[in-house]
């Protein structure tokens, strides 16, 4: 077995088919871009996107960004191949694919609903809030958002690897807590801010607010539910402790996915993917 690796039972294989959530539709992940620029899979670019005016990395390396010509939104390619997932460390695969830079502002939300018609049970705008993440959105009202630009709402796989790379770090930002790289009570503030308002939180991807400011849906079902109808949320919100309360890349929480919160947002990936590969021996499983 290759150093690093753990060896994955087959407890370890359940555990990482979950983290991924097999009920997700797959979606080609050596899909190309409409506009002809995508080619094989870690460079392949979300149709309806161009390379970002921002990027500095080369197509295929980690971080290579890429915006949206539907909603705005910048995007962030996490590389395939293993990471180590959950608090232990289980050494999984993902194939390629991109993230959210940060939370769906409400913006970019009202943007959705003015394009669609769609109709919100609990969002709605406020002004001077634009920049904030769009909160009191049900999963069910954050999969319209993800389908009308493109997207897809992240499994609990997509979301950990993005947040926390491939060396199993418990903050997006490395292995210590940083009063000030997060939205948490620890830096003073009481409310949701403004998306990427603390850059020196970014993940290895350059994923912003991974931790604190709002929690985030995933479409993974919470693990030890009796009938799955709870799914997972991962993140924290701005009144998550740091440490292993909360603030950090593998506390879990649940909401039904018509449930509504004030402190409880999402972001999207491209493309959907529906599972975690288990590798031992450094072959697949």
């Not at 009191?136 to 979301?159: K, M």
């Not at 790379?165 to 210590?176: C, N, Q």
């Not at 799955?228 to 402790?241: E, N």
Request: glycine share 12%.
């Amino acid at each position: 077995m290759r150093p690093g690796l753990v060896r994955v039972g087959l407890w370890h294989r359940w555990l990482c088919a979950l983290a991924a959530c097999l009920c997700v539709p797959y979606v080609s992940w050596r899909a190309t871009a409409a506009d002809g620029f995508g080619v094989d899979g870690a460079a392949a670019v979300p149709p309806g996107s161009r390379v970002s005016p921002s990027n500095t990395r080369a197509p295929g390396e980690a971080g290579f960004t890429v915006v949206s010509d539907i909603d705005g939104m910048e995007l962030v390619l996490v590389p395939g191949g293993e990471f180590l997932y959950g608090e232990d460390r289980v050494a999984c695969e993902l194939p390629s694919f991109y993230i959210d830079k940060h939370e769906v502002t409400n913006d970019q939300f009202a943007r959705f609903v003015a394009a669609t018609g769609y109709a919100p049970r609990r969002w709605h705008y406020i002004e001077g809030r634009g920049s904030h993440p769009a909160v009191n959105v049900s999963l069910l009202d954050a999969e319209a958002y993800a389908a009308w630009a493109g997207r897809a709402i992240p499994t609990e796989g997509q979301w950990e690897k993005a947040a926390r790379g491939t060396d199993g770090r418990p903050y997006p930002w490395g292995a210590e807590w940083h009063d000030t790289y997060a939205i948490t009570p620890e830096c003073g503030v009481k409310g949701d801010v403004p998306v990427g308002s603390v850059p020196l939180g970014a993940s290895p991807y350059g994923a912003l607010d991974m931790v604190g400011n709002v929690w985030e849906w995933t479409v993974s079902p919470y693990r030890g539910d009796s009938d799955g109808g709870r799914r997972a949320l991962r993140g924290g919100a701005w009144d998550a402790h740091k440490g292993k309360r909360r603030a950090n890349c593998t506390y879990r929480s649940k909401f039904p996915p018509e449930r509504t919160d004030g402190k409880l947002g999402f972001r999207c990936v491209w493309p959907a993917q529906p599972w975690a590969s288990p590798v031992a021996g450094g072959e697949r499983g």
